[in-house]
């Protein structure tokens, strides 16, 4: 993405006086990170390493577990390719990374999409959909050292199928918000003490709803706070797409709602989104997030449709035939051109101050995973611009 670098200084303060509704950023603190590339995640069920989208990951026994997703194998999705879903489970040794992924299982199904968390009994992955729909099921992933493979447990199904969504884990407690609940988009918020049956019905977090937010627990200086930006309201009737521009804090006591924060603004001006993008909470006062998709180029692609349907009601032919060039070039477009996120953003949970913590090309994914284990960030995977996945997995040190 090319970001401007952002001002600092009196200017900046004053800025945001006169402006009156953003949180001040920092500059930029790009000595605090230092990449590593882990290798690269094997091709699924005998397709060439093409990486994936939306898989789950976590942490099990200090193995890296990753499973599911979904790519185009056979051809690009605009040559007309089918996507395929996945199965497949890989483990990958931390300490001892030049060992390789290793195939260690499947899921009972194939699937992507869904949403996981790393618990101390292992990787909880939960929802999600494939080529059939949308699924409720949720299940474990625990590392088994004696027999090299993943063990599988089987927990309660969520009360409706749900996709696109996100979770998180603090507390013995998994929380769930978001995405397509029964393949419409929701406002849901759900809760799951890990060693209680049952899943409880909390609040719904205000409107819009959110497809592909993100989601992460972190303490704050009046308790546990449940944190949840990005996302985004598809096309409803005759309103527009629209995408939350702030980040909203649940209090798990009170079970109440409150808009926490707005996205701070680059440093041009323009909006910022983390939709399709990934959240984890840092220590004890601190929310990492990074990735997703571009505010202005992913907002005009998915209001076209409303923007061409109104074009052709007024018979605006100019205009309809530039919509429709528009839409026939979008998915062709180099890399660049889609501006994936590339900033790494810290936000106190004490201070509500924000910090960019650089930029960096390893961030720029859309659908990726994200897992923290002590001061390593891992990202796994996801698409480089709409259709195109990566196998990369890159690990950054966190200083």
């Not at 303060?13 to 605090?32: D, E, T, W």
């Not at 898989?55 to 026994?61: L, V």
């Not at 051809?75 to 089918?82: A, D, F, I, L, M």
């Not at 599988?152 to 696109?164: A, H, K, R, T, W």
């Amino acid at each position: 993405m090319n970001n401007k670098s952002i001002i600092t200084g009196y200017l900046l303060l004053l800025a945001i006086i006169l402006a009156g509704c953003r949180q001040p950023i920092s500059q930029p603190i790009s000595n605090m990170i230092n990449w590593n590339k882990l290798p690269d995640l094997p091709g699924m069920a005998d397709t060439a390493s093409l990486g994936v989208s939306a898989p789950f990951a976590g942490i099990s026994n200090g193995i890296l577990l990753v499973a599911g997703g979904c790519n185009f194998p056979d051809k690009p999705v605009t040559e007309g390719g089918e996507k395929r879903y996945y199965s497949d489970i890989f483990a990958l040794d931390l300490s001892a990374v030049s060992d390789g992924w290793k195939k260690v299982g499947n899921l009972p199904f194939p699937i992507a999409y869904g949403a996981s968390v790393t618990t101390p009994y292992g990787v909880v992955c939960i929802g999600g959909n494939n080529s059939d729909g949308s699924s409720a099921e949720v299940f474990q992933l625990t590392w088994n050292e004696d027999t090299g493979k993943a063990d599988i447990i089987q927990y309660e199904s969520l009360p409706e199928p749900m996709d696109n969504l996100s979770a998180c884990f603090i507390d013995q407690t998994i929380y769930v918000a978001g995405g397509n609940c029964d393949q419409h988009p929701s406002c849901t918020f759900l809760s799951k003490e890990i060693t209680k049956a049952g899943w409880n019905r909390l609040p719904d977090f205000p409107r819009p709803a959110r497809v592909q937010p993100v989601l992460a627990a972190q303490q704050s200086k009046d308790g546990i706070r449940i944190y949840l930006a990005g996302g985004f309201q598809p096309i409803q009737g005759d309103t527009e797409a629209i995408i939350p521009t702030d980040m909203l804090s649940f209090n798990p006591t009170t079970k109440s709602w409150k808009t926490e924060t707005e996205l701070p603004l680059f440093g041009d001006g323009a909006h910022r989104s983390f939709t399709g993008g990934c959240a984890v909470a840092y220590g004890d006062s601190t929310i990492l997030l990074m990735g997703g998709v571009n505010y202005d180029r992913f907002l005009a692609a998915v209001n076209r449709p409303k923007l061409l349907e109104a074009a052709e009601a007024k018979g605006d032919k100019a205009q309809v035939d530039s919509l429709q060039a528009e839409a026939k070039a979008y998915m062709h477009h180099p890399v660049e051109w889609y501006k994936f996120n590339t900033a790494l953003l810290q936000y106190n949970t004490f201070t509500g101050e924000w910090k960019e913590l650089g930029n960096y090309e390893q961030l720029a994914r859309a659908g990726a995973a994200a897992v923290l284990k002590g001061d390593h960030l891992i990202i796994i995977n996801g698409e480089l611009k709409p259709g195109i996945r990566t196998p990369q997995v890159n690990c950054a040190q966190i200083k």
